[in-house]
C-alpha cells in the first residue's frame, strides 16, 4: 500500500491512496473542505464531501479511534451495577445539622457515603460522628434504586 | 463626470455598489459561473454611462472616479499581493522540462496571436503589447474554481494546467513591472528607462528581504491577535504598494513581490485565512470599478477587433494548451481538458487593462480597456462553460469532421 502526497499550488494537498484494487484520493483544501475521489476508468468519481469537523469524525471511525465523550447529565460514574451520585444537601434536607451515623442512610437505603464535600475540601470516607451541614455535597455509591432511595430520604424533613 | 441627478453620498454609493455585487454574485452562483463577468456587468449597469435608466429608475447612480478607485486599487494589491504569496518556485522546477516546454508553447502561442491580431488592426505597439498581455494571461481564479467544481482538480491534466497558471503568473510580474515602468515612468525613452530602473530598485529590496529576511518577517508579523496581524500585513502590503506607485512601479507588482517575500514564512496559512475575506471584497469592487469605467458605446467601437480576437485567441490557447498536454505525457482526450482548462480570462488581463486606463493617451486609455472588458466577460463564460461541457464539444466534434473520432481516455496514469 503506497500513500502518494502531492501540492497542488493554491488549492491544498491531494492524497493517493493505492490499495491493490482501486486508488482512492483525498484532497485536503486550504479552507478545511476534504474530498474524497475514487479511480474510475475515465475520470475520478467523487464519493463524498466533508466538511473539516466531519472529515475528522469519520477519519477517527476508519483509524478505529472513535469515541464520544460521555454526556454526564447528572454526573454518574459507571461502575457495573453501582454508579456514584453527588447529592448536594440543602436546609430543607433532613441530613442537615446532623451527624452521619444518626442518618442511618445505609440502613434505610443501602447507598453508602463515601466522601463528603464542603467547599474546596473533600472528606473521604468521614467518619459516623461526621456532621452534615446545609450547602455540603454527599457522594454516595449504589445502585440506581438504591442512590433513588437516598434522594427520597435526603429529599425533605 | 456624474450621474444625472446629482452624485449620491459616498456612504450610500458603497452601500449600492456592494449590494449590486452581492446581487450579482448570487445570480452568477444560481446559473454557475464565475462571479467575475457578474461583477463586471454590475458595474456597466449602475456605472455613468448607458444604460442610464430602467423606466423611471435612474440606474447610473455610481461615478467611478474618488473613493470607489482607492477600494478598486486596494483589489488589484490584494489579487497580486495574494499571487505573489502562492508564487514557489519549487513547483516550477518539480517536473521542469514538461512545465518549461508547455508554458513556453503557452506564451508563444497566445501572445504571439494577440500581438499580431492588435498590429494588423492598427493599434501602436505599446498598446498592442497590452492587448498581448491581455489574451495571454489564463484567469488562475476562474480556472482552479471550475477545476475544483468538475473534480478536474484530482485528474493527471490538472497538472500542466496548474503548472502553466503558476508560470503565467511569474511571467505577468515581470511585464507588469516593465509595463508600468513605461506607462508610469513618463515620456521619453531616458525616462522610461529610469522609470524602469526605479522600479526594479525597489523590487530588488523588497525580493532580498524575502529572499534573506524570511526569519525577521516571522518575527516582525508574529502576533497573537488576528487583528494586530490583519493591520500589519495590510499596513505593508498597502504602504510599499504605495511607495511603489510614486516611483512608477504599479501597484499590483509591488503587492506581488510583498507577497512573495511572505510565502515562505510560516504565516502564510494564517494570512490566507485572515486576509482572504478582504480580499474578496475589494477584488469585488475592483471588478465594479472595471464595469462602471465601461462604456457600452466605446464598446462597440472594437466590437470588430474583439469579435477576431475572441475567436482566434480561443483556438490558441485549445492549441497551446494540448500540445503542452502532451509534453507531460498525456493521452489525446487528456491533453485536449489541458486546452479546454485554459481557456478562461479573467482578474489579470483586467489588471493589465486598469494599468492601461490609468496611461494617458485616450486610445490606451479607453480603446485597450474596453476591449479588455468585452473580451474577459465573454472568455470567462466561454471558459467556464467548455470546463463544463468538454465531453459534449468532443461529441460535437465527432458529428461535424467526418472521420474524426472521439479521443478515448486510457484511464491509466500518465
Known sequence: MTLYETTIPGVGRKFEIDCGTETLVALVHHDGKRELFRDGDDRHERLASLSDREARQLGSVLAGTYYQPVQLDDLEVPLGEAIIE?????????????????????????????????GRETVPSPDPEFVVESGDTVV?????????ALDRLLGGR | MTAAGGPLPPLLTVGVVVTAIALAGAVAKRFGQSVIPAYILAGIVLGPS??????????????????????????????????????SVGELLSNRRAILGSSALDFLLNYAAGFGLAILFGFSTLEALFVAGIVYMSSSAIIT?????????????????????????????????FLSSVVLGGDGLVDAALGVGRGFLLLGAVAVVGWRGTDLLDRFFASDSDELFLLRVFGVMALLAGVGLTLGVSEGVTAFFVGAALGPTDHA????RVIDPARDLFAGLFFFGVGATTSLLALSSVAGFLAVALVVTTVTKLVSGTLGGKLY????????????????????????AALAGSAAGDRLGSLVPEFAVGYVLVMSVLGTLLIRHEADLLALGGRLIPGYSAPQVDGGRA
Do not use: C, M, N
Open chain 2, 329 to 352: 505525457g498525456l493521452d489525446s482526450r487528456r491533453s485536449f481538458r489541458v486546452g479546454v482548462g485554459l481557456v478562461a480570462r479573467g482578474e489579470f488581463s483586467l489588471v493589465l
Open chain 2, 269 to 272: 496559512e494564517r494570512i490566507e
Open chain 2, 145 to 177: 474554481k471550475s477545476l475544483i467544481e468538475r473534480g478536474w482538480i484530482v485528474e493527471p491534466e490538472s497538472e500542466p494546467i496548474l503548472g502553466t497558471l503558476v508560470a503565467e503568473d511569474l511571467l505577468i510580474a515581470v511585464y507588469l513591472t
Open chain 1, 140 to 148: 454516595a455509591l449504589g445502585t440506581r434504586d438504591e442512590l433513588a
Open chain 2, 50 to 87: 448607458v444604460p442610464r435608466h430602467l423606466g423611471p429608475i435612474r440606474l447610473a447612480v455610481v461615478d467611478p472616479s474618488g473613493y470607489i478607485d482607492v477600494f478598486a486599487e486596494l483589489g488589484v494589491v490584494a489579487l497580486l499581493f495574494f499571487l505573489g504569496l502562492h508564487v
Open chain 1, 86 to 118: 453527588w447529592v448536594r444537601i440543602d436546609e430543607e434536607s433532613r441530613l442537615a445539622d446532623t451527624e452521619l451515623g444518626d442518618a442511618t442512610i445505609w440502613r434505610e437505603t443501602g447507598a453508602t457515603v463515601i466522601a463528603v464535600q464542603r
